[in-house]
């Protein structure tokens, strides 16, 4: 079978109604993508999915909502700020920019530490050495600019002032900052997790492969705040936690998934490792794993002077709780499941089909009603206006019903329910499976349950 490519994956993405690009009829907007009806279902299962395994199922993780405008202050403590000096610069031949020090590590293959070059020396470098852009591999480089990994936007002020804010970048700070609200108004007890899914901007160096990276997208993401002793076996069981849900509840493909450590960690982490998937452009991180020490909760204490100690219920003893985080992006999460379940298959008479094998809860659609014929309209509405009180169902009376059942194969629906002219006499529907293609016949009164039942599985 034929590698899938990203082109086609956009292409399928946008005449399906998955996902379209940002701002199309003004020419676009650069690496913005906007979610059509399906995908608009699809990411949403697949967040539920998410929040059902990390939040539903356990009793010591709680959700939180927090603003993504946050107090200037959370993003000088985080180390953002800081890092606005980070040196850049660009390729003049195909416009990509990349980090200078990330440059010199990489061709010296870490043997060099470049955190500690000046601009100078870091240009410098890259001449003698004749670094090349690792994009187009020539070598035609801007000088080192400062850049910004932030949006700014401004709150107005009276008159023409105005007060700088940030996007947030990521939305672990909102973890951190409620951390002693949520401990307080739960009774929780470490180990305990804060988790949130929501929306982060980021001014990325290079963006693009469609969903993969943008600058703006959601994460899914934890924090568990736990004794130091514990980080390491805390760690181990996320490490687990995160390749069963990809693998288990989301359906992705084992030899498409791999552990990666890390090879540089920051100076306050005690482990980081990365979940990778198979793309079609290569093997590319999916979500990351860090332990983090107490490097986040120690942060907040200094810069916000409020305690984040914990006190043990049990010995008294105060303590900063160790952090360990787990994140990962829904949207390209919903990239490695739709690159995942796209399959072309040959049939028995030779013809192919395109059939998207999600799992059927994660499914934009999970049922079809379709009438045999047109006068079988009112039956068939009859059967669709009591499927969508239970189901995203659709209703489709468009072309043959082999077209109408490929149509669905392709974007995933796992059942398709037939309306035919028996159905008028023994109120008995056909119902078609996506995968197997068999077809059953159930009575109309048994639909819910029936499918209901298949959802579970
Ligand atoms: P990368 O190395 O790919 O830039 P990261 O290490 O900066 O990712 P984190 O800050 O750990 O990523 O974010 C957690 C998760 O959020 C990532 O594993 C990824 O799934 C998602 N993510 C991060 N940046 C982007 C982006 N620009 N577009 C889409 N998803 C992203």
Redesign the pocket.
Known sequence: MEELTMQQIVAFCKSRGFVFPGSEIYGGFANTWDFGPLGVELKNNIKKAWWKTFVQEDANTYGVDAAILMNPRVWEASGHVQSFGDPKMDCKVCKQRFRADTLVENHSKNTVSAEAMTNEELEKYIEDHNIKCPNCGNKDWTQIRKFNPMFITSRQMVGDEKDVVYLRP?TCQGEYINFQNIQRTMRAKVPFAIAQIGKSF?N?IT?GNF?????E?E?M?LQNFCKAENSMETYDSYKQKALSFVKDVIGLDETKLRFHDHDKLAHYAKAAC?IQYNFPMGW?????IHNRGEWDLSRHQEFSGKTMLYTDPFTNEKFLPNVVEY???A???FLATLCNAYKTEKLDNDETRVVLKLKPYLAPFKVAVLPLQKNLGEKASEVYNSLIKHFMADYDEAGSIGKRYRRHDEIGTPFCVTVDFDTLEDNSVTIRDRDTMKQERVKIAELVNYITKKLEA
Do not use: A, M
Request: overall charge negative; glycine content about 8%.
């Open positions: 990521e980021r990325e963006p969903l993969f990276r943008t600058v997208f994460q993401e990365d590319q991180e999916l979500n990351g994140s990962i992006g949207d390209r999460l």
